[in-house]
């Protein structure tokens, strides 16, 4: 399995300001993904994060408010631009190596929690 | 699209008890995954189910691939404070690989 670490763990933000997370797998995967779970909630995702191409997202989401890169297999990012308190979530990344032998598997890194004032 | 819908939402029991929650989708579903979300933290993968009618087990951890494909269950055996946490179900959309989650079957432990 793969180990995800992502930074900040956990950040208090301003309205109207924006935050990039970073999320790190230990090895290289096929696929990378990006989560939101809002207080109480499941996990909803918000794009897959394609290596040298944009990223696609789900309904709901869009690159100008959650612009994703992913330059190269181990490692994304997330923005969340021009932030407000209904931002406020925890922002997952997952990844999932097509290669591994266990497809359709993900694992998740400890998450991001955001709070914006 | 695709819905897994979990049960029951929340349980309350006492240490030592066994434990049953299941989850269920109007569609069939190839793969069934069970995660465990401890507080702060993220899922963490806890069975893998790829094949209709598997049985498989983790420590004090069984779940099962409902022979419909509709269905899978998670059962906890003499249930201990550290379980103590949010299960998800989860499978991949049969559109393509994209995984989808249940709401979540809260466990609680009484003192």
């Known amino acids: 399995s793969a180990v995800i670490s992502q930074k900040p763990s956990r950040d208090i933000c301003q309205r109207g300001t924006s935050l990039t997370i970073q999320c790190q797998v230990d090895?290289?995967?096929?696929?990378m993904f990006w989560y939101r779970q809002q207080p109480g909630q499941s996990l909803t995702l918000i794009a897959t994060?394609?290596?040298?191409?944009?990223?696609?997202?789900e309904s709901g989401f869009v690159i100008d408010k959650f612009p994703i890169s992913r330059p190269n297999l181990t490692f994304s990012t997330l923005t969340v631009s021009n932030m407000s308190p209904e931002d406020s979530s925890i922002y997952l990344c997952?990844?999932?190596?097509?290669?591994?032998?266990?497809?359709?598997?993900?694992?998740f890194g400890p998450g991001t929690r955001l709070t914006v004032l | 699209g695709q819905q897994l819908n979990q049960s029951p939402q929340s349980m309350f029991i006492q240490e030592g008890e066994d434990v049953s929650m299941n989850c269920t989708s109007s569609?069939?579903?190839?793969?069934w995954l069970w995660y465990k979300q401890d507080p702060g933290e993220g899922p963490v993968l806890l069975i893998a189910?790829?094949?209709?009618?598997e049985l498989t087990s983790n420590g004090r951890l069984t779940a099962q691939f409902g022979i419909t494909r509709k269905d899978s269950f998670l059962n906890i055996s003499a249930s201990i404070p550290s379980d103590v946490g949010i299960y998800f179900c989860?499978?991949?959309?049969?559109?393509?690989?994209?995984?989808?989650f249940g709401k979540g079957t809260r466990l609680h432990i009484l003192p």
């Open positions: 997952s990844a999932e190596d097509l290669a591994g032998g266990l497809t359709d598997t993900q694992y």
């Open positions: 090895s290289q995967v096929t696929m």
């Open positions: 994060a394609n290596q040298g191409s944009e990223a696609t997202y």
């Open positions: 569609s069939i579903f190839n793969t």
């Open positions: 189910l790829y094949k209709a009618g």
């Open positions: 989860a499978g991949p959309e049969d559109r393509d690989d994209k995984i989808i």
